[in-house]
């Protein structure tokens, strides 16, 4: 099973008010496990970087003038994806850009049931819990040191890594050492003493018998009789 983990980097929250994708990065999971095989590309959005938005990812206006625009690499991006499953953090809000730049572009836009969102996935698994893409990384281990700031590659690479762990890491099975397995025993198997114990007795003694006989004559017209 083959799916894209991906992330995007915007200028805002709202591409119905003008906010543009400036960032994509996308890795292929092959049966949860990440594979070499990623895309990464900058765009230019054609319109200025608010300040709040270049704090969280660190590209300004200037920079992304030099790179080519989301109709310009719409045919990479598409043919990357195939039909593959689409998953992301919070994943409606990355579909959303996507989908406003492809329909925009007169692009048939991707279907909901193409998304997988990791961080649904993850409040189902940690009600309660901080399940932001550093928090999963903490609670799964998961070195997340270069994440200074969100670059759409970077995240989908650690988003990568935490999906595999929310669907239950390198081995889902419960078959550790099944037959077939290329799972070597380490070391000389020794013997397992097993302790049997004396069985209980379990049928009634004649003092529970005589008792029981005593409370059926308690009752009046009893089947026991």
Known sequence: MREVVFDTETTGFDPFNGDRVVEIGCVIVEDYLPTTEVYHTYINPERDMPS?????HGLSEEFLKGHPTFSEIIADFRDFCGDMKLVAHNAEF???????????LGFTVFPASRAVDT?????RKFP??????????????I???????????????LLAEVYLELMGGRQTGFGLASEGSNIETVGPEAPIEKIRRTPRPHSASQEELDSHKAFIKTIENSLWD
């Open 94 to 104: 990355d579909m959303k850009f996507i989908n406003w730049e492809m329909k925009n």
């Open 143 to 157: 070195d997340n040191s270069n994440r200074v700031k969100h670059g759409a590659l970077l995240d989908a690479e």
């Open 119 to 123: 961080l649904s996935i993850a409040r």
């Open 128 to 141: 309660g819990a901080s399940n932001t893409l550093d928090a999963l990384c903490k609670r799964f281990s």
């Open 52 to 56: 709040s938005a270049e704090q969280v």
